[in-house]
């Protein structure tokens, strides 16, 4: 018909345009999300041209195990940047300082162990000290005794005279002290046949299993007690343990240990209580 036009539809120019529309969105989230990760373990991005290095944020004393909150990661520029200089935080949590290192100073691979700190060394409190004793399975209450449970330990020792046996729990800093058990009537007639007395005394009550053999108590970054004891394994075979003592009493558990025998108690989870033990002295055939 004459006069009339005909409207050609827009539909595939539009498509068009909303589809270089989502293409150009895409291109810059995805250059905001890679702006954002490598900035996250700085806490922010670097200037134009420097470099990352990872500074103690607090003064670091040896043989400190290294948390993620003692490191921070500064951007600087390449001629202050040490060469050999850590990039991320992840390359040194767990690592031990094996020098001091002070607040601000770049951290190098010389001033840290090659591995995260887990010997015995690390599972010990301040003021205390990590002994090992001589035991076996019946020692360990069947070998069921594992890392991080709390036993007493008692000592056995088979001893000629009351007067040795008086000495050694002097010795042994107990405020204790024993006489010579009465002898039955069977045996009155044969009290001149050398005896041998046997002393059982509660040396230590309330005290932490360290390791059995070579297995410690697991310790993990962030990690509750709970968590690392429920890591840890029996050791029915291991011939020695290793407890948590206060010095004195890691003197004392030498001497012990070089004289007698040694057993533990197991105590169930929580007991802390302290109790008064009486020493036993029997005399054996």
Do not use: W
């Amino acid at each position: 018909m004459a006069g009339q036009t005909i409207a050609r539809p827009q539909g595939g120019k539009t498509q068009r345009y909303v589809f270089y529309l989502g293409l150009l969105l895409a291109g810059i989230a995805a250059v905001i999300v890679f702006v954002a990760v490598n900035g996250a373990d700085s806490g922010g991005g670097g200037g134009s041209g420097n470099v990352p290095v990872v500074v103690a944020n607090e003064a670091i004393p040896a043989q400190t195990r290294i948390t993620s909150d003692m490191l921070k990661v500064e951007f600087v520029s390449p001629d202050k940047a040490e060469a050999n200089a850590f990039t991320s935080r992840t390359q040194l949590v767990d690592r031990v300082v094996t020098e001091e290192v002070a607040a601000g100073a770049q951290i190098l691979p010389s001033a840290v162990s090659n591995t995260a700190g887990d010997g015995l060394a690390f599972k010990v409190e301040p003021g205390m000290r990590g002994l090992s004793v001589n035991v076996n399975e019946v020692v360990t209450a069947g070998g069921n005794i594992k890392p991080g449970d709390h036993v007493d330990m008692v000592a056995i020792f088979q001893l000629e005279t009351v007067e040795a046996a008086n000495h050694l729990l002097a010795q042994l800093g107990t405020p204790y002290s024993v006489t010579e058990p009465p002898v039955a009537p069977a045996d009155a007639d044969e009290t001149e046949r050398p005896r041998i007395f046997v002393l059982t005394v509660t040396l230590i009550q309330n005290v932490k299993v360290l390791g059995l053999a070579q297995t410690l108590t697991p310790t993990t970054a962030g990690g509750t007690f709970a968590e690392e004891v429920d890591e840890t394994i029996a050791e029915p075979q291991a011939s020695t343990a290793t407890v948590e003592v206060t010095p004195d009493n890691a003197q004392m558990l030498t001497t012990a240990d070089e004289y007698g025998v040694i057993r533990f108690d197991v105590r169930a989870p929580g007991d802390e209580s302290i109790v008064e033990v009486q020493p036993t002295f029997i005399v054996v055939d």
